[in-house]
């Protein structure tokens, strides 16, 4: 059974960083993109970065660009967060396919089949 498994959220001062971890277990990780998500309260989650299995290619949203990294070591992914702003503030979500997708299709939360429990992240002013 897959289990997908983060780690490292906290409260940090706005400016400060964090990173955040993720293992998933059962997966051929040569033949899997795995990807973050946020969501605020009260807001949809959204796409936050995503990382294929083959090429490693990379693919973030605009408004995490140049502060966020997405980077992935065999089975753990990791989101390294700098210069981090109280919009930043969500529960990170962890999730990962091993179905084939297009490029359009990493910022969809629907075409991701295994999903995290979440971490919360708490950037304060």
């Known amino acids: 059974q897959v289990q997908v498994v983060e780690s490292g959220g906290g409260v940090v001062q706005a400016g400060g960083s964090l990173r955040l971890s993720c293992e998933a277990s059962e997966l051929t990780f040569s033949r899997t993109t795995m990807a973050w998500f946020r969501q605020a309260p009260g807001k949809e989650r959204e796409f936050v970065a995503s990382?294929?299995?083959?090429?490693?290619t990379t693919s973030y949203a605009d408004a995490v660009k140049g502060r966020f990294t997405i980077s992935r070591d065999n089975a753990t992914v990791y989101l390294q967060m700098i210069s981090l702003k109280p919009e930043d503030t969500g529960v990170y979500y962890c999730?990962?396919?091993?179905?084939?997708?297009?490029?359009?299709?990493?910022?969809?939360?629907?075409?991701?089949?295994?999903w995290g429990q979440g971490t919360q992240v708490t950037v304060s002013s």
């Open positions: 990382i294929t299995s083959n090429a490693g």
């Open positions: 999730a990962a396919t091993d179905k084939r997708l297009e490029p359009w299709d990493f910022f969809s939360n629907d075409k991701y089949n295994y």
